[in-house]
């Protein structure tokens, strides 16, 4: 098991602006099943990224993903109201401990 | 569609056993990684396992290894969960999830989870 570290813990943002999340591995994973997941209060978790970079269906492109071996990016390039959530990232068995997106 | 749907006791006693099922419609169940993925309250996921349906072929997050089965439910459509030896620290949410195409840990469609409380 590969620990995967988030941060920041909570990003207070205001609509319209960038969100920048981050998801550090402690050693070097394949880029191939790193994913990306939002979860909003009383929801299920939702794949938003899968592979790193690639969109699941139906995910508005605002939404990416980047990043290799131990170092992972999810970015939100203009927040709506319906984006501030709890994101997770997770590989293979594990998953980070999750990033909150809060209204400021 | 597909759905997926949870379903279990509810309250399960210490040191019992929780029997959960999961039930999917919609799509065949054929052919698929299916997991499920745990939340304790105010807490992040924790993946327990994955069955894959056509071979029964299964795999467990090392820590929970000792006390979980996955297996074909009894109906052709489902997936079951059992817990062994319970404790406080298995109460959660517990949810069943599909892999995708390319992998089995990406868990591509959710069911909306079912309550698992552990007390006497």
């Known amino acids: 098991e590969i620990p995967l570290t988030q941060s920041p813990g909570t990003l207070s943002l205001s609509p319209g602006e960038r969100a920048t999340l981050s998801c550090r591995a402690s050693q070097i994973i394949s880029s191939s099943f790193l994913a990306w997941y939002q979860q909003k209060p009383g929801q299920a978790p939702r794949l938003l990224i899968y592979d790193a970079s690639s969109r699941a269906s139906g995910i508005p492109d605002r939404f990416s993903g980047s990043g290799s071996g131990t170092d992972f990016t999810l970015t939100i390039s203009r927040l709506e109201p319906e984006d501030f959530a709890v994101y997770y990232c997770q590989h293979s068995e594990t998953f980070g401990q999750g990033t909150t997106v809060d209204i400021k | ?120």
């Not at chain 2, 019992?16 to 065949?28: Q, W």
């Not at chain 2, 327990?48 to 109906?75: A, C, E, F, M, W």
Request: hydrophobic share 30%; aromatic share 10%; proline share 5%.
């Open chain 2, 1 to 120: 569609q597909m759905q997926l749907q949870e379903s279990g006791p509810g309250l399960v006693k210490p040191s019992e056993t929780a029997s959960l099922t999961c039930t999917v419609s919609g799509a065949s169940i054929s052919g698929s990684y299916w997991s499920w993925i745990r939340q304790p309250p105010g807490k992040g996921l924790q993946w327990i396992g994955y069955i894959y349906y056509d071979t029964g072929y299964t795999n467990y997050h090392p820590s929970l290894k000792s006390r979980v089965t996955i297996s074909v439910g009894s109906s052709k459509n489902q997936i079951s969960l059992r817990l062994t030896s319970v404790t406080a620290a298995d109460t959660a949410i517990y949810y069943c999830a599909r892999g995708t195409i390319s992998s089995p840990a990406t868990f591509g469609s959710w069911g909306q989870g079912t309550q698992v409380t552990v007390s006497s």
